[in-house]
């Protein structure tokens, strides 16, 4: 395939082109439709949502907030009134608005601050917020900002607002590229060299973009999944163009004409990039395991652009090296070739030294290394799951300045009321429900707490309840388990009320609780898989457990750095207000950290195992495998962290976690698992490394992840016919 490819370099390119246009052109002309589904079957917050949308269709849909504050005097006085009830007014009137409840009215008279300069009007779509567009919540925020008046603050709150005015994404990935391209250019000193890796990247994300907006209407996606997905597809893709390109280069160096070095680059470098996609996307869709709506989407969108990356790394890159051919090389290199002729194959420079030193020293190397992941860990034992809310956002947005508005008027828990749905049947569960309020304000952590008004006939009656803590403290999620096991249940008693508690903290807690309870099934099965994986490709029992070892090290030392970084608050500005990790991070961030800590270790050790089966000399085997592997693995890791690193500039907390997470699981999996440890231990253990148990190697599928070149091959190419002509342009 790399040799039609080549040869067939400008047809390969017509197709990608036209694949970029078509769907492209399809998602755009379709649009996208994004949807945040926390809903989780079999809980308590999912039993009051269904109920809900079933017997209060008007109170089911989105529900957003207009808040507003006077620097002096009351929000009840005639001139705010004035700017204020007209712009509700038109809200009522808005498309898929089911009610606005105003302060001024009867049923609002407890949206006034006790010391009255803070108010707000609630505002309920028929709607879920994922089957509404962003143009709404625009318009929404629009017509209330036009009420703003001098000594008047008017802000909107609410989770399609927020989705309306998130930064339009291009600015990280714009950083990120422009970062990649530096450290492509110093890596390899070309620029041709530089571009190829950055090109096949943006062709397999700028396809996978537009198909994962095809993707959102056939199944949820969350809507920070093309953000991620663009962050995996940066990151692998110029990753597994960087080290065919290499491998490439190398060849010709070496004497191979540019096809011949092209085949012999996919043959080796190229069966080790299917294998590693291959195994960030099994890593990526076995969050299918867990059994969530939520992942689902994001685990498919993530895999769908992995999948496109490898596929422009395999066949669009073969055809690029076609057009450049020699100016792969850069111009000192080109002359250097013409001059004296092909390469030595041994290593030489700073990472053979490296690696003569580690041979040298490799105790207290390793020693050294583990006492850096183990400091690193120790916050991890502290992380503590949640969900960011909108007072994590940026102080500029509306969103923010409505969350902050509230908590200084009504109190901190107001920004997370508790929605506690009662089915009362009878007319004597009335009584009951009495009795929930009752005993739910003498409760500690509740603020306030109130029955809606019932009709006759209603069979549901609806309470809410006001912590006195924030959404994102740990107190409130006690509070939740206690109104849960003690407060409800006393007051069930001796009826047949049943109540349930919901609300979107609540809906955040039980995401957390079910996904922190399905975590260690998880992680179970993505280090069997990688396992097994391992054991295919190396036949090595102490390869794949010091694999399974090193990814949970890996896992552990991020996680510590992103709970100092977040949810301590050590990240100052990056991380915003502290608060807790979100709960589906951990899984994603499991997935790729598996999946790029597997392209590492097949990489590095694929090297190794080849000069083992060559030479049966474990230490030579591991000296010349890291030798002539670690500076691509820096150089791609380098990139891959500037990448990451670039989605703290996202001005969103999720991603900006994502960046700092990876970033920092790839700084500590590179320069020190897989630079320092993995090395360290292959030297201490010796030949078993390599060791396997006879009945088990007769049983094993042989797979060759990174065969050896072939050197009868080089042999057989005269030196003149296999050293290219000197080229004098770039």
Known sequence: MARWCFRHKWTVILVWLAALLVIGGSGRALGDSYSNAFSLKGTESAKVLDLMGQVLPEQSGEADTVVWHVDSGSVRDASVRQQIDPVLAKIAHQQDVGTVVSPYERAG?????????????????????????????????????????????????????????????????????????????????????MLLP???????????????????????????????????????????ALFIVTRHRKGILRGRTPEEAAVTALNTSGRAVLF???????????????????????????????????AAAVTLLPALLGVLGVRVLSRRQRRRLAASGPQERTATGTAARWSSFLQRHPRWLSVVAVAVMATLAIPALSLRLGSSDQGNNPTTTTTRKAYDMLADGFGPGFNGPLTILAEVPTPADRTALTG????????????????????????????????????????????????????????????????????????????????????????????????????????????????????????????????????????????????????????????????????????????????????????????????????????????MICVFAAFVLSGQRVLAMFGVGLAGAVALDAFILRTVLVPSLMHMSGAANWWLPGWLDRRLPH????????????????????????????
């Open 109 to 193: 008279a407890a949206q006034i601050s006790t010391d009255g300069r803070t108010a707000y009007a609630t505002v309920t779509y028929t709607k879920l917020g994922n089957s509404m567009t962003d143009d709404q919540a625009q318009l929404l925020i629009d017509t209330a900002h036009s009420a703003r008046a001098e000594g008047l603050a008017v802000e909107v709150g609410g989770n399609k607002p927020a989705q309306a005015e998130a930064p339009l994404p291009g600015l990280a990935e714009g950083v990120g590229i422009a970062a990649a391209g530096v450290v492509l250019f110093l890596a390899l000193g070309s620029l041709f060299g």
């Open 198 to 240: 950055l090109v096949t990247a943006l062709f397999g994300i700028g396809i996978s973009s537009s198909a994962i907006i095809l993707l959102s209407h056939g199944m949820d996606v969350a809507d920070f999944s093309p953000q991620l997905a663009t962050l995996v597809g940066l990151g692998v893709g110029i990753d597994y």
């Open 276 to 310: 590693a996609g291959g195994t960030v996307c099994i890593a990526l869709l076995g969050m299918f395991t867990l059994r969530l709506t939520f992942l689902d989407g994001v685990a498919v969108a993530s895999a769908l652009t992995v999948v496109i990356t490898v």
């Open 436 to 639: 929930l309020v009752t005993r739910l304000k003498a409760t500690d952590g509740i603020a306030y707490a109130a029955a809606l008004p019932m009709k006759p006939g209603d069979t549901v009656a609806l309470v809410q309840a006001v912590p006195t803590t924030s959404p994102q403290d740990k107190a409130t999620s006690d509070l939740i388990d206690h109104l849960r096991d003690d407060v409800v249940p006393a007051a069930e008693r001796g009826s047949t009320m049943k109540a349930y508690v919901g609300g979107q903290t609540a809906i955040f807690k039980d995401f957390s609780t079910v996904l922190f309870g399905k975590l260690p099934l998880f992680i179970g099965v993505i280090i069997a898989l990688g396992f097994v994986l391992l054991l295919f490709a190396f036949r090595s029992l102490v390869v794949p457990l010091t694999a399974a070892v090193m990814n949970l090290v890996a896992a552990a030392a991020s996680f510590g750095v992103l709970v100092a970084c977040f949810q301590w608050g050590w990240g100052g500005s990056i991380a915003g207000r502290e608060g807790p990790v979100d709960a589906f991070l951990p899984v994603i961030m499991l997935s790729l950290l598996f999946g790029l800590s597997m392209d590492y270790q097949v990489f590095l050790v694929s090297r190794m195992h080849e000069e083992w089966v060559h030479t049966r000399d474990n230490a030579r085997a591991v000296r010349v495998g890291l030798a002539e592997t670690s500076r691509v693995i820096n150089s791609a890791a380098v990139i």
């Open 703 to 730: 797979l060759a992840v990174e065969p050896a070149e072939e050197d009868e091959e080089l042999a057989a190419v005269p030196a003149q016919a296999a050293r290219p002509a000197p080229a004098t342009v770039d």
